[in-house]
């Protein structure tokens, strides 16, 4: 025990007196070697557990001075302490008064420092609770700053959301509940810390209309638009059952409050294509920021169009297309993410726009936009490469309801685009399917549509009824689209007279018959013949092993399957020979229906 005590006082003693030799000093013969003797000493009080002795001494009166100048660095100690005692511990709370001591004796300049360089320095799990720790400790010391106010907020600013930007987002409802690194809070305290600097533009901007400060409202813009990126971009915003106050939601709602308050949301929202004046000299450091950029204004628009966050003050005076036209860019940013919120934003932004057109209402003219041809291939990329079943599922209905937003001539446009781009089978499949829908509607309506029949048809069949390469296409790994075009052949050799001959489809039979059914008909004999040669080749195998485990590999389509019993691999094969028979019957009763056409018509000449 006299151990302790002496260890105890000598500890305090220490710092008892340098305060002692520097009381008697002016500030302006403070030196170098006092800084560092007060900043040992008063760490010492600190991780020694002596926090009240060292309060007293910051409390006294006359040692305000010192504390002034000095004080600043015991930011670094004091925060270790702060964070490793529990909240009730009596030594915490000694702590948290010495941080509220200095916030208001020392110069805020240094101190701004400090505590800055205290959230630089920190990592992993201590981020958001030293960010939560020292927000309102900053706060009050910006507010006391007279010079560079506005640089030193931006700069608090970017700070603290690059430390929090390497966070996993809680994505789940049990992630979020649990907000486990505290990222939640902290955004929202975050949030809390910038109002002050927001109501300072604000009052700012309504004594002048001309209000020429820009700087501060500068950082705050870039503030949202950080915010924008991240956390939001990532999080899960729907409404979630069981959490009264959606701590990501309520984020978004005050950071498009920030926006509306400082007048920055409407030019965001619609004068972003104009471009913004860029202040890197550095062509990589701009396409970064342009990139940036792309995905805060993505998610601005997610908020707004489909969360409705800010909505009350959007001006309801644009249409349907137009505010189609202004998200496609959005659109194409978060469909070319492969993360699963990115995407699910970007499909229910389009879906968002394309529910409030009618069908059959936007304009050819608007395929002439770039964005407007590039989505509907990113729906097509995230249909047949996105491992989420029900991504997958919402793009092709999303693919769907964008060609019924089409005129005709639109349609026929996007199909003839979407048979040259797309390489997939499946869904070369689907759009013959959709071209068959719409000669339906052309042969079935009153009025003629010149874009399903005639010349404009022929031009469409020419890519559709032929084979990429001839007797040699691969039929299994295109059958999808050889049973569509057979099925589309069908149709108009039943539908159309070869009298009336409104598709085209008995002008071009003789083309058809050279490019599509003679070659499918080669190609079927020496797929069918390949493939009964495999069979045979394995079942002899089997009974010279005389064992039908025998594990090896098979080749189809050109990929190589995964390793297979021989039973399984006789398995696959007799599917492949299922499908060339599908096919096979057919293009036997398409053949079948054009011969008896063709006898009738040569009968009614006779």
Request: glycine fraction near 4%; aromatic fraction near 8%; charge should be negative.
């Amino acid at each position: 025990m006299p151990e302790e005590q002496s260890q105890t006082t000598m500890a305090v003693d220490e710092l008892q007196a340098i305060i002692q030799r520097c009381q008697i000093l002016e500030e302006s013969d403070f030196r170098g070697e006092d800084f560092n003797l007060f900043q040992v000493a008063g760490q010492k009080c600190l991780e020694d557990g002596y926090a009240a002795q060292l309060l007293e001494v910051i409390q006294n009166e006359k040692n305000k001075v010192i504390i002034k100048n000095m004080g600043w660095n015991l930011i670094s100690p004091l925060v270790r302490c702060i964070l490793a005692y529990k909240q009730e511990d009596d030594k915490q709370e000694h702590c948290l008064k010495i941080l509220d001591q200095l916030v208001q004796l020392c110069n805020p300049k240094e101190l701004f420092l400090g505590l800055l360089e205290q959230i630089e320095q920190t990592s992993g799990e201590q981020v958001c609770p030293t960010v939560m720790l020292l927000l309102q400790p900053l706060q009050t010391v910006l507010l006391k700053l007279q010079n560079k106010k506005a640089y030193s907020v931006g700069l608090s600013l970017a700070m603290i959301m690059n430390q929090l930007t390497p966070l996993p987002v809680p994505y789940t409802k049990q992630q979020i509940q649990e907000d486990k690194l505290g990222l939640c809070r902290c955004c929202n305290a975050v949030v809390d810390f910038a109002k002050p600097f927001v109501n300072e533009v604000v009052k700012n901007m309504e004594k002048s209309s001309e209000y020429n400060d820009m700087e501060l409202k500068e950082e705050l813009l870039k503030f949202c638009m950080k915010s924008l990126k991240y956390p939001l971009l990532t999080a899960q915003l729907e409404q979630l059952e069981g959490i009264e106050e959606h701590p990501f939601r309520h984020f978004a709602t005050e950071i498009i409050d920030i926006l509306q308050d400082i007048r920055e949301l409407m030019p965001l929202v619609f004068i972003h294509h104009k471009g913004r004046r860029s202040y890197w000299e550095n062509q990589e450091f701009e396409d970064i920021e342009r990139k940036n950029s792309a995905d805060s204004l993505a998610c601005l628009s997610y908020l707004m169009f489909v969360q409705h966050f800010g909505i009350n003050c959007f001006p309801m005076v644009f249409s349907p297309s137009y505010l189609l036209q202004c998200n496609m860019t959005h659109i194409e940013v978060l469909l070319n993410r492969t993360e699963e919120s990115m995407l699910s934003k970007g499909l229910d932004l389009f879906e968002s726009c394309l529910l409030r057109m009618e069908d059959n209402s936007l304009s050819h003219q608007y395929l002439e936009f770039r964005d407007f041809i590039n989505v509907p291939q990113d729906l097509v990329k995230v249909m047949t490469l996105c491992p989420i079943e029900y991504l997958r599922k919402k793009s092709l209905n999303m693919l769907q309801l964008f060609i019924d937003k089409f005129d005709a001539e639109g349609k026929y446009t996007l199909f003839r685009c979407l048979l040259k781009t797309s390489n997939h089978a499946g869904v070369q499949g689907y759009i013959i399917q959709k071209i068959k829908d719409q000669i339906h509607l052309s042969l079935t309506k009153a009025h003629d549509n010149v874009w399903f029949t005639g010349h404009h048809l022929i031009s469409l069949l020419d890519l559709v009824l032929f084979l990429p390469e001839g007797a040699e296409t691969d039929l299994l790994q295109n059958s999808d689209r050889i049973m569509a075009s057979l099925n589309l052949l069908r149709y108009l050799v039943i539908k159309d007279c070869e009298s009336e001959n409104q598709t085209g489809v008995w002008t071009i039979l003789a083309k058809i018959e050279k490019n599509f059914l003679k070659p499918l008909h080669v190609g079927l004999n020496m797929s069918k013949a390949h493939y009964e040669a495999e069979i045979k080749n394995k079942r002899e195998n089997r009974r010279d092993a005389n064992n039908s485990n025998t594990v090896c590999s098979l080749t189809v389509s050109e990929e190589k399957m995964p390793a297979m019993t021989t039973e399984m691999q006789l398995q696959v094969l007799h599917s492949a020979l299922f499908t060339f028979d599908l096919i096979e019957s057919v293009l036997a009763r398409v053949e079948e229906l054009i011969e008896v056409k063709v006898k009738a018509v040569m009968a009614e000449n006779i």
